[in-house]
Structures are given as structure tokens and as C-alpha cells.
């Protein structure tokens, strides 16, 4: 479908672009705020990806998805934003991580209303550094695929393999932490 209004819009239909908006803008917007922390900044970050992929559609070879395409560029311009900002990546200590039974925060995970799991989870990404945030939000939250994540965040496949492992482990260790005392009520 993405290809047919591409098509489009390359032959002069400027107003198929909406369709990539209308399509890709949320997960954009969640991909550049995991970034930079700042609904404004991603909301320009956003603005400016769109813009830019509109300008540089014709460049598109089409050999990946256009999503895979477009969010490369919103990573990489709530990148340059992150830096400009000099936003200080979070390094929490994480020495707990081997520690984590996944099967007891699993088993409260899956207890929790849906609202409350979107809480926990958020909460969770927040305490992360950047790149666990943008590694985890693309795999699991947007269900891309470990090619399609390497090729946004130009991450090498066994590395990236390895970082999301680590990240999710961190994870359940703040999981783990806010979630004792619903752990204690359940066990």
C-alpha cells in the first residue's frame, strides 16, 4: 500500500503524503519523545521527519519498508535534537539484573489492568538510558523486526540481539522494584 502512494506523490499527488502522516505520526512521536523526554521537541522532531522524507522521497529506493525509512529519520533527527539539548544519557546500576525472576513479574504483569500495564511500562522506559529506550519501544512497543531495527539504528544484528536482552532486563529490574508490593498482594 505504502508503495502506491509513494507512487503517487512522486507523479504529483502532493496530498498522498497525508497518508504517511495519518499512518506513521503516533509511532514517530512515540519513537522521538522516548528520545528527548519533551512533547514539544518531539512534536517538531515529527514535523521535521515528515518534511524531510516528503523532500527526499524521490531518494527512497524502496528496498526496505517505508516505515524502516521514515523512522531512521526520526531517530536520527531526535538524535541531533538530544545532543544539541545535551541531554545526559541515565546510567542506573543495574548490578541486580542476573537477581530478576521474570516469572514473578510476569505473573503481576499479567494481573494488572491494561491501563495499569501501560503505566508500569512507560514508568519502566522512563528510568532507561536512550538507546534501551528507542531499542525497546521499535522491537516490542512497534513490533518491528530485528533487520528492520538494525537498519533505524544502525546497531549490528548480534549486538543489537544482545542490547535488547540487556534492556529488557532492565526493565523488569525497575519493574521488579515498583511492582513489590502488588508482588507481595498476588504471592
Known amino acids: 500500500m505504502d508503495s502506491l502512494y509513494i507512487n503517487k506523490v512522486l507523479s504529483g499527488e502532493h496530498l498522498a503524503f497525508s497518508y504517511f502522516v495519518d499512518n506513521y505520526k503516533n509511532m514517530a512521536y512515540s519513537i522521538a519523545f522516548r528520545i528527548v523526554e519533551n512533547e514539544e521537541d518531539a512534536e517538531e522532531i515529527v514535523q521535521d521527519s515528515f518534511l524531510k522524507a ?39 546500576s543495574f548490578s541486580e539484573i542476573e537477581n530478576v525472576e521474570i516469572e514473578k513479574i510476569e505473573t503481576v504483569y499479567s494481573a494488572l489492568s491494561q491501563d495499569d500495564r501501560q503505566k508500569y511500562i512507560n514508568f519502566a522506559l522512563d528510568k532507561l538510558n536512550i538507546e534501551d529506550r528507542l531499542i525497546l519501544t521499535l522491537y516490542y512497543l512497534n513490533e518491528n523486526s530485528i533487520e528492520e531495527v538494525v537498519e533505524i539504528t544502525n546497531i549490528k544484528r548480534g549486538n543489537l540481539k544482545m542490547k535488547i536482552h540487556r534492556a529488557r532486563q532492565k526493565m523488569f529490574v525497575i519493574l521488579e522494584q515498583e511492582l513489590k508490593t502488588e508482588l507481595k498482594d498476588l504471592l
Open 54 to 92: 516528503y523532500k527526499s522521497l524521490k531518494k527512497f529506493r524502496q528496498d526496505s519498508k517505508f516505515s524502516t525509512w521514515f523512522y531512521k529519520i526520526v531517530v536520527n533527527n531526535a538524535l541531533t535534537k538530544a545532543k544539541r539539548r545535551k541531554l545526559i544519557l541515565r546510567s542506573n
